[in-house]
């Protein structure tokens, strides 16, 4: 008999700690989720706070005007020259050598050009890399529009390869009369073997 009267209070204490214990594992769960979902959107939201504020080199969207219109009104706003510094960097260490063809360019605002960066492989084999643009000072950010740019794609570069990359870009009339010297600094990164 008190066995059986044993095994019925267990019985009880057990559904009574499951009771007690559902909610708690219930909130941990939802935890869980949330903390996926938060890490899952923090670099959509960070691409899009960093757009949004023209931070970090990113860009926001701008509708494209012709390259005629572009440098019709350079000519007519009769403004001084720009002087942009051409900078390369590589976080990583000496995997690559990486630099800029031209160190500086003076650009008038609302005209096309073009730079080149020559990368080259110091690896015995092939690797992969992505550049990441920074411009300086952020309220130049707004205004540089790139054509073409190395920076847009992952680029992949067989051992020992040396390669030519361009930058097509242009600054529009936005760009403040104050702003007399810009810097874009391309850090280049090498990406893992899955990338």
């Not at 059986?4 to 708690?24: M, W, Y």
């Not at 009104?73 to 990583?92: K, N």
């Not at 096309?112 to 690896?123: P, S």
């Amino acid at each position: 008999m008190n066995a059986n009267k044993a095994s019925v209070v267990l019985r009880q204490g057990q559904e009574t700690g499951q009771r007690r214990h559902g909610p708690i594992v219930a909130q941990l769960l939802m935890a869980a989720v949330i903390m996926f979902g938060f890490g899952y959107l923090m670099v959509p939201l960070y691409r899009i706070v960093c757009t949004a504020l023209g931070v970090n080199g990113a860009l926001p969207l701008v509708q494209a005007k012709t390259p005629e219109e572009r440098v019709s009104a350079a000519a007519a706003t009769g403004r001084e020259l720009v002087t942009v510094r051409f900078l390369a960097d590589l976080p990583q260490g000496g995997l690559f050598d990486f630099k800029a063809m031209n160190q500086e360019l003076k650009i008038v605002p609302g005209k096309i050009y073009e730079v080149r960066y020559v990368v080259h492989n110091k690896e015995s084999r092939a690797v992969t890399a992505q550049a990441v643009v920074s411009i300086q000072p952020g309220a130049a950010a707004r205004h540089i529009h790139k054509i073409e740019c190395f920076c847009f794609t992952r680029q992949h570069f067989a051992a020992g390869e040396t390669r030519e990359m361009p930058v097509r870009f242009y600054f529009d009339q936005g760009l403040a009369r104050s702003v007399q010297s810009v810097s874009l600094s391309y850090a280049l990164y090498r990406l893992d073997d899955q990338a």
